[in-house]
């Protein structure tokens, strides 16, 4: 076969991760023509520049919507993350819970020595209403400031989602496993008699259900507004696919383990990056870098994938027209939108893949969630309870939260073995990967669970194996929503300590709160929205009333409803994401009512398989279309079961408990 050339547009998580298993993979079959070798072409395009390593800068860490930002832009320096932050730790058993790809990936380049905990506070600090309160602290005596049905506002809020999902779901009944998830996605119904009263009824198919309606149906007005104002996120409760937002907001998972890179998320991307750069060379295959182009149309014919090219300057204008044996688009669904409309109205020969009716219907099958992210350094930890004193209401970010890698460690110290066993076997509460408020709470299930007391000793080893500094995050309706601490996690631990929050992260309506603080009071926009890449070039500097702005809502939460805003000190450096803007116009995706995901899965991955009598090497991997929506790990699950099923790489890891996208 003559030299192939396989094109990746989008240099994120999709697009490293398919460049990489593409040259790193093994073949299924002895002989497979689909494999890169030796004299082959790799090309790699994206509309930003990311500052991949010294040889590739760029104007913003890598990682696409990952965008990790350190004070000052200097990588010794705090950091905050301003895109994806975490992953849910898997623990290598077939039925452990977490992102296997994220994991395995973080195994394979090396970092599980970077990979640290990033866990919930196990009570946040919340304010609603202007009524400030702790989870713990709701219940019928204390309750939140809202008139439910059932007094639902005497629990916390996160309780609505299990009143939802009770219509199909229990704590003992309902999927747990990946595969019968994607299962439920097709045939979950509502399983139980509902009154006359309620809009839907016992058999109605719940992916017909938009969530946003069934909650409102199950909830009432005021339900359902203490549920979307207190879970944190908006797009939580938009009106998505009811089966797929059971998964997403299910309160029975059990086990979630979340971590981060401690260099910051985006240092997954440099070290793909680099093992891209290597595996290249090694394998004599050409690796095509070409940073600030963008795809700008394509179209499939019978000698390959034609295709054309705009420059970030000059992002309409044809800048170069071009061919390859295999497109893959890893970029989300509104800059694909764009890529079609550049297609439609081509007068190129060739079929138009991606404007036939049917990929139209299936690339519309999600809801674009913008979200925005501002995060703020301090020269105190002003919002925690220090030597220096305290906020009226500090976040408690120590929490008690024991876990595998713990009981190892214990082991090693000589903790009683027969202790050990009883507490990994432990219930009613689990105590292990099970976050506990505070020592007490934590020392008190200890010895339940041995039927012995602890001695002193005993006492000091498992709480200081236990405690963990979490990340917050506190919520509020204010348009802040969530708060999220990430303090000083400045690498060298040399010179002044820096301490960085995420000062707001929100999403859907509430971003356009902030996109108006973008600009000065004395400001007209000068840059049209749709030609503003602000997440390409970086985290861009908050105007003044942003800031003030900011400090008077953070002053709410820890300060009480009336402080000033003069109690939330002067931040160092105030830098925000706005990412509603293009290319992305979307932190993340949920498909709509109404759709067949699973096929929508299976089938937009090679959208030709929409279109009669074409078979076109045109490919579209990412998070938007995956089975793991918001996260990374979608992206590379996408990718993943491309290579496997069209390239025929052999998978990563057994796919047998852990389908990458949802099966026939
Ligand atoms: C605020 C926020 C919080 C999040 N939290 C988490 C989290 O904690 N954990 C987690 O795992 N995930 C999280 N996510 C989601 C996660 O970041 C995404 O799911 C993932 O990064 C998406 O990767 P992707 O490769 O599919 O797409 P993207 O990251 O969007 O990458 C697409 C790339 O394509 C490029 N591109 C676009 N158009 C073109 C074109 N025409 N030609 C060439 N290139 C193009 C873009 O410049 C971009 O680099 C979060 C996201 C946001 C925004």
């Given at each position: 076969?003559?030299?192939?050339?396989?094109?990746?547009?989008?240099?994120?998580?999709?697009?490293?991760?398919?460049?990489?298993?593409?040259?790193?993979?093994k073949?299924?079959?002895?002989?497979?023509?689909?494999?890169?070798?030796?004299?082959?072409?790799?090309?790699?395009?994206?509309?930003?520049k990311?500052d991949?390593?010294?040889?590739?800068?760029?104007?913003?860490?890598?990682g696409?919507r990952?965008?990790?930002?350190?004070?000052?832009d200097?990588?010794?320096?705090?950091?905050?993350?301003?895109?994806?932050?975490?992953?849910?730790?898997?623990?290598?058993?077939?039925?452990?819970?977490?992102?296997?790809?994220?994991?395995?990936?973080?195994?394979?380049?090396?970092?599980?020595?970077?990979?640290?905990p990033?866990?919930?506070?196990?009570?946040?600090?919340?304010?609603?209403?202007?009524?400030?309160?702790?989870?713990?602290?709701?219940?019928?005596?204390?309750?939140?400031?809202?008139?439910?049905?059932?007094?639902?506002?005497?629990?916390?809020?996160?309780?609505?989602?299990?009143?939802?999902?009770?219509?199909?779901?229990?704590?003992?009944?309902?999927?747990?496993?990946?595969?019968?998830?994607?299962?439920?996605?097709?045939?979950g119904?509502?399983?139980?008699?509902?009154?006359?009263?309620?809009?839907?009824?016992?058999?109605?198919?719940?992916?017909?259900?938009?969530?946003?309606?069934?909650?409102?149906d199950?909830?009432?007005?005021?339900?359902?507004?203490?549920?979307?104002?207190?879970?944190?996120?908006?797009?939580?409760?938009?009106?998505?696919?009811?089966?797929?937002?059971?998964?997403?907001?299910?309160?029975?998972?059990?086990?979630?383990?979340?971590?981060?890179?401690?260099?910051?998320?985006?240092?997954?991307?440099?070290?793909?990056?680099?093992?891209v750069?290597?595996?290249?060379?090694?394998?004599?295959?050409?690796?095509?870098?070409?940073?600030?182009?963008?795809?700008?149309?394509?179209?499939?014919?019978?000698?390959g994938?034609?295709?054309?090219?705009?420059?970030?300057?000059?992002?309409?204008?044809?800048?170069?027209?071009?061919?390859?044996?295999?497109?893959?688009?890893?970029?989300?669904?509104?800059?694909?939108?764009?890529?079609?409309?550049?297609?439609?109205?081509?007068?190129?020969?060739g079929?138009?893949?991606l404007?036939?009716?049917?990929?139209?219907?299936?690339?519309?099958?999600?809801?674009?969630?913008?979200?925005?992210?501002?995060?703020?350094?301090?020269?105190?930890?002003?919002?925690?309870?220090?030597?220096?004193?305290?906020?009226?209401?500090?976040?408690?970010?120590?929490?008690?939260?024991?876990?595998?890698?713990?009981?190892?460690?214990?082991?090693?110290?000589?903790?009683?073995?027969?202790?050990?066993?009883?507490?990994?076997?432990?219930?009613?509460?689990?105590?292990?990967?099970n976050?506990?408020?505070?020592?007490?709470?934590?020392?008190?299930?200890?010895?339940?669970a041995?039927?012995?007391?602890?001695?002193?000793?005993?006492?000091?080893?498992?709480?200081?194996?236990?405690?963990?500094?979490?990340?917050?995050?506190?919520?509020?309706?204010?348009?802040?929503?969530?708060?999220?601490?990430?303090?000083?996690?400045?690498?060298?631990?040399?010179?002044?300590?820096?301490?960085?929050?995420?000062?707001?992260?929100?999403?859907?309506?509430?971003?356009?709160?902030?996109?108006?603080?973008?600009?000065?009071?004395?400001?007209?926009?000068?840059?049209?929205?749709?030609?503003?890449?602000q997440?390409?070039?970086?985290?861009?500097?908050?105007?003044?009333?942003?800031?003030?702005m900011?400090?008077?809502?953070?002053?709410?939460?820890h300060?009480?409803?009336?402080?000033?805003?003069?109690?939330?000190?002067?931040?160092?450096?105030?830098?925000?994401?706005?990412?509603?803007?293009?290319?992305?116009?979307?932190?993340?995706?949920?498909?709509?009512?109404?759709?067949?995901?699973?096929?929508?899965?299976?089938?937009?991955?090679?959208?030709?398989?929409?279109?009669?009598?074409?078979?076109?090497?045109?490919?579209?991997?990412?998070?938007?279309?995956?089975?793991?929506?918001a996260w990374?790990?979608?992206?590379?699950?996408?990718?993943?079961?491309?290579?496997?099923?069209?390239?025929?790489?052999?998978?990563?890891?057994?796919?047998?408990?852990?389908?990458?996208?949802?099966?026939?």
């Amino acid at each position: 076969m003559s030299k192939k050339t396989y094109s990746i547009f989008g240099a994120g998580a999709a697009g490293l991760y398919t460049a990489w298993r593409l040259l790193d993979g093994k073949s299924k079959l002895a002989k497979n023509e689909k494999m890169l070798v030796k004299g082959d072409v790799l090309e790699l395009y994206d509309w930003g520049k990311y500052d991949f390593s010294k040889k590739n800068p760029g104007t913003r860490e890598p990682g696409a919507r990952v965008c990790t930002w350190h004070y000052k832009d200097d990588k010794d320096n705090s950091y905050l993350e301003l895109g994806g932050m975490r992953y849910l730790y898997w623990d290598g058993t077939p039925e452990g819970p977490g992102h296997r790809l994220v994991t395995k990936t973080i195994e394979e380049l090396d970092l599980k020595k970077d990979s640290v905990p990033f866990n919930e506070s196990a009570d946040p600090l919340m304010s609603l209403r202007s009524k400030n309160m702790y989870i713990s602290d709701i219940n019928s005596n204390q309750p939140a400031p809202y008139f439910a049905n059932n007094y639902a506002q005497d629990a916390p809020p996160d309780d609505g989602f299990t009143t939802i999902q009770s219509v199909a779901i229990t704590q003992t009944s309902g999927p747990t496993t990946r595969r019968e998830w994607c299962k439920f996605y097709e045939e979950g119904r509502i399983n139980i008699d509902m009154p006359d009263s309620s809009v839907y009824q016992k058999g109605d198919l719940l992916k017909e259900i938009g969530y946003w309606n069934l909650g409102y149906d199950m909830l009432g007005q005021e339900g359902f507004g203490y549920l979307s104002d207190g879970n944190g996120y908006s797009s939580n409760v938009v009106n998505s696919n009811s089966a797929q937002s059971f998964n997403v907001n299910d309160e029975f998972l059990p086990g979630t383990e979340y971590k981060t890179l401690i260099k910051g998320y985006s240092s997954l991307f440099d070290s793909l990056f680099e093992e891209v750069e290597k595996l290249a060379k090694q394998k004599g295959i050409t690796l095509n870098y070409y940073p600030n182009v963008r795809l700008r149309s394509i179209i499939h014919t019978k000698s390959g994938v034609n295709f054309t090219t705009a420059t970030r300057k000059d992002p309409d204008a044809l800048a170069e027209r071009k061919k390859c044996d295999a497109a893959f688009l890893a970029m989300p669904r509104a800059a694909i939108d764009l890529v079609a409309q550049a297609s439609r109205y081509s007068d190129d020969e060739g079929t138009d893949v991606l404007n036939h009716e049917k990929v139209q219907l299936y690339l519309e099958s999600v809801l674009m969630e913008p979200s925005y992210k501002i995060g703020m350094f301090f020269d105190t930890p002003w919002w925690r309870t220090t030597e220096a004193g305290s906020p009226t209401y500090p976040a408690k970010l120590t929490s008690y939260f024991l876990t595998q890698e713990g009981i190892e460690k214990l082991k090693k110290e000589g903790f009683p073995s027969n202790y050990l066993k009883k507490i990994e076997s432990a219930k009613n509460p689990a105590i292990l990967v099970n976050s506990f408020n505070d020592k007490v709470s934590f020392i008190t299930a200890v010895e339940n669970a041995i039927e012995e007391r602890l001695t002193f000793k005993q006492e000091k080893q498992i709480s200081t194996v236990a405690e963990l500094d979490t990340i917050g995050p506190s919520i509020t309706d204010m348009p802040i929503r969530q708060v999220v601490y990430f303090g000083d996690n400045a690498r060298d631990g040399k010179g002044k300590k820096v301490y960085g929050i995420l000062a707001s992260y929100d999403d859907i309506l509430y971003a356009t709160f902030w996109k108006a603080l973008e600009l000065g009071p004395d400001a007209t926009r000068e840059i049209p929205e749709s030609r503003d890449v602000q997440p390409l070039e970086g985290p861009r500097e908050a105007t003044p009333v942003m800031v003030k702005m900011l400090r008077s809502q953070l002053a709410s939460l820890h300060f009480g409803p009336q402080a000033d805003y003069s109690y939330v000190p002067e931040p160092l450096e105030t830098k925000y994401m706005d990412w509603s803007l293009p290319p992305f116009n979307a932190g993340y995706h949920a498909y709509k009512s109404h759709y067949n995901l699973g096929d929508v899965q299976r089938k937009i991955r090679k959208p030709s398989q929409l279109v009669p009598n074409t078979d076109s090497e045109i490919f579209i991997v990412g998070e938007t279309y995956s089975n793991d929506q918001a996260w990374v790990e979608g992206a590379f699950c996408t990718a993943e079961s491309v290579l496997n099923d069209f390239f025929g790489i052999e998978p990563i890891i057994d796919e047998k408990y852990y389908p990458f996208i949802s099966p026939e």
